[in-house]
């Protein structure tokens, strides 16, 4: 299990949205322990990676690619019914290091 941390204060959500819905769906199938009071979250990076391509197909896209330097992402480029999007991947972490 790999840690991501903290979505709650004193037992309340201070993170919802996307990320919170991404968590539930994750525990749903059995890849994610909560940890409260700060729901600090224990996940299978295997299961993550599962529910995470649900959540993309599920939105409506064809296809996603991610465009790598290393172990940095640079790029991420989605094919949707309306053409290709491209997002850059300053906004994605890696987290699997040292796994």
């Known amino acids: 299990m790999t840690p ?3 979505f709650a ?3 309340n959500l201070v993170i919802g949205g996307i990320p919170w819905e ?3 769906r ?3 199938m059995g890849g994610a322990f909560i940890e409260w009071p700060k729901a600090n979250i224990d996940f299978d990076i295997e299961l993550y990676k599962l529910c995470c ?4 197909l ?3 896209a064809a296809a996603a690619q991610s465009i790598a330097e290393g172990r940095n992402v640079q790029d991420i ?7 290709t999007v491209r997002k850059l ?6 987290y699997s290091r040292g796994i």
């Open 9 to 11: 204060k004193d037992n």
């Open 58 to 60: 599920a939105a409506g």
């Open 26 to 28: 994750l525990e749903s």
């Open 53 to 56: 391509q649900r959540m993309v």
């Open 22 to 24: 991404f968590v539930q």
């Open 89 to 94: 991947g300053a906004i994605i972490q890696e």
């Open 77 to 83: 480029d989605v094919e949707t019914l309306v053409g």
């Open 4 to 6: 991501v941390s903290v």
